[in-house]
């Protein structure tokens, strides 16, 4: 199979779109002329025109606003939002407006946008530029959050994503658009709410979304030299989450450890930790662990922000702490 990076499999998912749907457009800063703060959109101004791709003013709640009611009149918007720090001044529409229009009208109207942002630390770009707020739209109902981890599954979500009739939050990691990976010619589609299990194990089941995946990956294979075969598994969304599968690897391994960049408090862990234990606890054999990052504002120095993130080595050391190995 042809590989490309991470970056090429959102950029084709965007292309297919504005090519298949005529309804389809994209608004975002700096989508236009410049390509995107990420390239993505590279290319795409020339390709499609200034009617479907927009560049929009410093405004996100004017963004995710003007989206939101050319969804509601049939259209099929992307609000690119630069960065899900973001979309703080955009939460009103995002969560007031888009979320609940479709329970809110008894079904009259819906807002099938989709809201590309990027979330994640790593790129030292401070405290205000390194949160990961997916967490946070995941508890809204109404909406759904998809959070890719390889370019397969980007493209694949995308595809899925456009067949919703109500908003997407569709996060893409600031460090893996650089990343490669498989991706087929031929059509295919990832469902939302159905979990990867991208490395099987009988020992220990690992849990995790976006970048985490890789850092739950690296962990693995680390303790698979230490005889610790541990499952891996990729939530890719958060809102719908696959809980039947991490459910019946934990009944399998009887042990299970959630790891998000998002801060531990709060986090989307919890939900998932929750779950385990209140629905296969009597499979369980020791508690169910969690990482996060530290309950910090990312710091800028690139040595204290790699501490305040989750690593590899502090998967692993959880994992042999719970096996007390």
Known sequence: MPVITYREAVAKALREGLSQDERMFILGEDVGSYGGAYAVTRGMLKEFGPRRVVDAPLSESGIIGACTGAAMGGLHPVAEIMTINFTLVAMDQIVNHAAKIRYMSGGQYHAPVIIRTVTGGGAQLASTHSQSLEPWFATVPGLKVVTPATPYDALGLFRAVREEEDPVVFVEHI??????????????VV???????????????????ARMVQVAQAAAQALEAQDIDCEVIDLRSLRPWDKETVLESVKRTGHALVVEEAWRTGGFGAEIASTIQEEVFDFLDGPVGRIGSADVPMPYNRDLERAALPSAEGVAGAVRAALNR
């Not at 460090?175 to 295919?188: A, F, H, I, M, W």
């Open 175 to 188: 460090l893996l658009y650089s990343t490669r990976g498989e991706v087929p010619d031929t059509p295919y």
């Open 191 to 209: 469902p939302l709410g159905k979990a990867d299990v991208k490395r099987k194990g009988e020992d220990f089941t690992i849990i995790a979304y």
